[in-house]
């Protein structure tokens, strides 16, 4: 079974600029998670989808992020425009309902 | 105070020795409780899984929750070179998101 992709793996921009992520879950999946990791710190949810539907972004800073989840399969998270505490690395996370969630590589963002 | 606390260490083991990584938590309403290690440039990967109260084993590992002291515990016995990384506590938050620890790094010396 093919876990979690993301892409890019590495991207550095300066700050105001925007950037996007991209996530595949694992096939039939139909929960997908955004978190933000700090360096140092645990992952923290930024978005939760269940299929296209979103279930919790309480914690996604509206103002400069945003996700989308179309067809209920891959994601893309944005950023519009970076602030350099953006500086992090996004991880995407799959699971079947209530389920085990599995992690993606994530992508290494570092904003100057 | 943090729902999840967990200090970040790093710690520093010889092979072979016993581990002891912990947890608290403020929240009595967690029920789910669960371990991730994640090595350096990864994501993190499910180690063990409780639900409420008591241990589990699973091989080396041994993963303890204590409910009334709101307390969580990983041990792991006869530590190897390959069991160095970052070991994330976690629990269930509202719905099915995870609310992390800060995590601990570990770093076992051959």
């Known amino acids: 079974e093919a876990g979690v992709a993301q892409s890019p793996r590495y991207k550095i921009i300066e700050k105001r600029q925007s950037v996007a992520f991209w996530c595949n879950p694992i096939s039939g999946h139909a929960t997908l998670y955004w978190y933000q990791q700090i360096l140092g710190q645990g992952p923290k949810l930024l978005i939760q989808?269940?299929?296209?539907?979103?279930?919790?972004d309480s914690q996604l800073p509206k103002d400069r992020f945003s996700a989308e989840r179309l067809k209920g399969v891959d994601s893309t998270l944005k950023i519009q425009p970076a602030k350099l505490e953006d500086s992090a690395v996004y991880l995407c996370a799959s699971s079947r309902p209530r389920d085990e969630q599995y992690f993606g590589p994530g992508t290494r963002l570092t904003v100057t | 105070q943090k729902e999840v606390e967990q200090d970040p260490g790093p710690l520093s083991v010889p092979e072979g020795a016993i581990v002891s990584l912990n947890c608290t938590y403020s929240?009595?309403?967690?029920?789910?409780f669960m371990w991730y290690r994640q090595y350096s440039r990864k994501g993190p990967e499910l180690l063990m899984y409780t639900y409420s109260s008591g241990n589990k084993e699973d091989g080396r590992f041994t993963a303890q929750v204590d409910k009334s002291s709101k307390y969580i515990s990983l041990f792991i016995r006869d530590s190897q070179p390959s069991d160095s990384a970052t070991y994330l506590c976690?629990?269930?938050?509202?719905?099915?998101?995870?609310?992390f620890g800060k995590g601990t790094t570990l770093s076992v010396s051959s």
């Open positions: 976690a629990m269930d938050g509202t719905g099915t998101a995870l609310i």
């Open positions: 989808f269940q299929n296209n539907g979103v279930v919790d």
């Open positions: 929240n009595s309403a967690f029920q789910y």
